[in-house]
C-alpha cells in the first residue's frame, strides 16, 4: 500500500513537470520531506503528505481490510 502512495506522488510530480524543489514548495512542505516521501520512510506527518496530495487533488484515506 505504501509503494502505492509512492508512486503515485512521483508520477503526478512528473506529469505536472515538477521538480523536487518545485513540488516542495508548491505544497509548503520542505524537499527533505518530499525526498523522504518519495523514498518511503516509515514515519511521516499525515498532515504534510496531505499537503502534497492536495497539490494533486488527492487526499489521504482510510481502506478497509478483507
Known sequence: MEQDLIQFVKLMRKQHQLTQVECARKAGVGLMF??????????????????VLQLFGAKLGVIKLK
Open 34 to 51: 518530499l525526498r523522504d516521501l518519495e523514498q518511503g520512510k516509515k514515519s511521516l506527518r499525515m498532515d504534510k503528505v496531505n499537503q
